[in-house]
């Protein structure tokens, strides 16, 4: 006998709410976040003192879009497991708190143009994508790994974010 269909909660959500649910709030972060870099971008991020090794402006939402697209399938894997799967929901919480710290980080840097208080919320990300990494392998390792380019780029850009800092501040 199938137990998913006589177990409370032992079913998975259906294809359409679990694609909407992974992909609409990751989609929203992006945009909103795209909104206030963009007009920031020409009006104060170029005036800043970067390092050597910045990227190109074309590069951020290259990357950023590939990321978003891992995160977003990343989470719906976790979606797609049965909803009284230990775990699951610390996964899921896991996810979003990362997923607005992320945003944040938009908001703090390039809203506040304050390379500091971006560096305040980007060093929670890098915890928060670490503890999301940590509650996905006990669930579905290949949702884990898909996060792990997120976790070098933030890495990365939490290092260019804090020598930015050092040379503006």
Not at 56 to 81: C, E
Not at 97 to 112: D, E, I, K, R, Y
Not at 135 to 160: E, G, I, K, Q, S
């Amino acid at each position: 006998m199938h137990t998913d269909q006589t177990v409370p909660g032992s079913h998975a959500m259906p294809p359409l709410p679990r694609f909407l649910v992974a992909v609409l709030p990751v989609v929203a972060v992006a945009v909103s976040a795209s909104l206030i870099t963009q007009p920031n971008i020409p009006a104060w991020y170029v005036g800043l003192q970067k390092p050597g090794f910045t990227p190109p402006n074309w590069a951020f939402p290259v990357a950023w879009t590939i990321l978003y697209a891992l995160m977003a399938y990343a989470l719906w894997r976790v979606l797609s497991l049965p909803e009284n799967r230990p775990g699951r929901t610390a996964a899921i919480i896991a996810f979003f708190v990362q997923l607005t710290l992320n945003g944040a980080w938009s908001f703090a840097f390039f809203g506040g143009k304050s390379p500091l208080a971006g560096l305040v919320v980007i060093a929670a990300l890098i915890v928060a994508i670490l503890a999301t990494i940590r509650t996905f392998w006990r669930l579905d390792r290949t949702a884990a790994l898909l996060l792990v380019p997120y976790l070098t780029w933030v890495a990365y850009a939490t290092l260019l974010n804090g020598t930015i800092w050092r040379l503006n501040g």
